[in-house]
């Protein structure tokens, strides 16, 4: 799997948008781009995926460049119970594909 | 939907014995289940892949006999690390894929095992 950089940590007032960078310059054309949370003391929580297409949800929104060297987290509207470590993970098509983990970046979310 | 559950969330137990955390799909069958292991101020490191009815593929550094792992259904898997030693307290974490379809990975909410 392509291995990801993230910065290690970021500040983010709350209530503006929160935008997570992450490179991946050697990911191949079938690697989808995963992002994951995990709040202290928690398992990770999936937040959002995709392979070309920016995609959007009720948590965030996937920004991935067109040449898909690097993409962007964002959350619109960041509240405190935001604030966790954000993994970036390339990963293969498949149920029995690996999630390999990187140190992500702790979002941290001040008044 | 996807929610996947872990027992016991924590567990205490006397170096020497032998513990067994269970992780349940309650909502979906789970094809593959993965269990992972966290240690303070560290990343999660996958310990074994488990597809149901077959037996495990560990990763390299793990020892299979000590981390004993059964997926005897699509909604249940289990992880028992025998003879736990001081050493083997940590974060253990599941994730399950779905059967067919979307093949995102959903967490458990981990289990805190501390061997005294």
């Known amino acids: 799997d392509a291995k990801t950089t993230q910065p290690p940590s970021m500040d983010c007032a709350e209530g503006r948008a929160a935008n997570l960078p992450c490179n991946h310059s050697?990911?191949?054309?079938?690697?989808?781009v995963y992002w994951y949370r995990q709040i202290h003391s928690q398992g990770p929580q999936y937040i959002i995926h995709?392979?070309?297409n920016n995609e959007t949800n009720e948590m965030a929104s996937l920004i991935i460049t067109e040449d898909r060297k690097s993409s962007t987290l964002i959350l619109p509207h960041a509240t405190l119970r935001d604030t966790a470590v954000y993994y970036c993970?390339?990963?293969?098509?498949?149920?029995?594909?690996?999630?390999?983990f990187g140190t992500g970046t702790r979002l941290q979310v001040t008044l | 939907g996807a929610v996947v559950s872990q027992h016991p969330s924590w567990v205490i137990c006397k170096s020497g014995t032998s513990v067994k955390i269970e992780c349940r799909s309650l909502?979906?069958?789970?094809?593959?289940m993965f269990w992972y292991r966290q240690f303070p101020k560290q990343s999660l490191m996958l310990m074994a892949t488990?597809?149901?009815?077959?037996?495990?593929?560990?990763e390299q550094g793990v020892e299979k006999d000590k981390f004993l792992i059964n997926h005897a259904s699509l909604t249940l898997s289990t992880l028992t690390v025998t003879s736990a030693h001081p050493e083997d307290s940590s974060f253990y974490i599941c994730?399950?894929?779905?059967?067919?379809?979307?093949?995102?990975?959903?967490f458990g909410p981990g289990t805190r095992l501390l061997v005294l």
């Open positions: 909502d979906f069958q789970a094809t593959t």
């Open positions: 994730s399950a894929s779905r059967v067919r379809g979307e093949e995102t990975q959903y």
């Open positions: 050697t990911i191949s054309g079938n690697e989808y």
């Open positions: 995709g392979l070309k």
């Open positions: 488990s597809n149901e009815g077959s037996k495990a593929t560990y």
């Open positions: 993970i390339v990963r293969l098509t498949g149920t029995a594909s690996k999630l390999t």
